[in-house]
Antibody, heavy 116, light 107 residues
Framework: EVQLVESGGGLVQSGGSLKLSCAAS????????MSWVRRAPGKGLEWVSA????????DYADTVKGRFTISRDTSKNTLYLQMNSLRVEDTAIYYC?????????WGRGTLVTVSP | DIQMTQSPSTLPASVGDRVTITCRAS??????LAWYQHKPGKAPNVLIY???TLQTGVSSRFRGSGSGTEFSLTISSLQPDDFATYYC?????????FGQGTKLELK
């Protein structure tokens, strides 16, 4: 059974950094692309970033490009999102999702709150 | 980037109604479109992919159609569990943009 468990969210000041983790089980990250998707309060879903199964390609939404970095540790079967220069508008629940769209496996999300 | 425009943003409806949500892409995406249902506190759930293919286990009351730039999701005979927010997502090219969502609410 596929399981995705996000962690690492919390409260951080504007300009600060945070690193999210997504522990995967039931499959190997090396075989699948992975994405991060977020939902800000009162707003819709926003695709944030993706990494290919081989790890050789990473893509980002324009809103996070240059500030966020997606990575993974295949020995730990864990996906990461390093978030730097955080802004108030980055406040959201962050989900990891397996494979390319359509995303049929998601984690339950981790809340990131950026204060002014 | 491909922009996805969903309408309406809010849709009041009653149990038993048939409703339709539309999604327009800023450029052609072929049939590379998915529809998701999202409820508070839960992960999104894919309903339809490749514009009209029903995800395994999803009720046949959900029907997707369209290609190119115009798409729609129709839900027939609304059930109480259907009241949620619905999103379209294009996956023709990065970034994999979502529509802004349609909140289906009880009239």
């Amino acid at each position: 059974e596929v399981q995705l468990v996000e962690s690492g969210g919390g409260l951080v000041q504007s300009g600060g950094s945070l690193k999210l983790s997504c522990a995967a089980s039931g499959f190997t990250l090396r075989s699948y692309a992975m994405s991060w998707v977020r939902r800000a309060p009162g707003k819709g879903l926003e695709w944030v970033s993706a990494i290919t199964g081989s790890g050789d390609r990473r893509d980002y939404a324009d809103t996070v490009k240059g500030r966020f970095t997606i990575s993974r540790d295949t020995s730990k079967n864990t996906l990461y999102l390093q978030m730097n220069s955080l802004r108030v508008e980055d406040t959201a629940i962050y989900y990891c999702a397996k494979d390319v769209p359509p995303f049929d496996d998601w984690g339950r999300g981790t809340l990131v709150t950026v204060s002014p | 980037d491909i922009q996805m425009t969903q309408s309406p943003s809010t849709l009041p409806a009653s149990v038993g109604d048939r409703v339709t949500i539309t999604c327009r892409a800023s450029q052609s995406i072929g049939s590379w479109l998915a529809w998701y249902q999202h409820k508070p506190g839960k992960a999104p759930n894919v309903l339809i992919y490749k514009s009209s293919t029903l995800q395994t286990g999803v009720s046949s009351r959900f029907r997707g159609s369209g290609s190119g730039t115009e798409f729609s999701l129709t839900i027939s005979s609304l059930q109480p569990d259907d009241f949620a927010t619905y999103y379209c997502q294009q996956y023709n090219s990065y970034p994999y943009t979502f529509g802004q969502g349609t909140k289906l609410e009880l009239k």
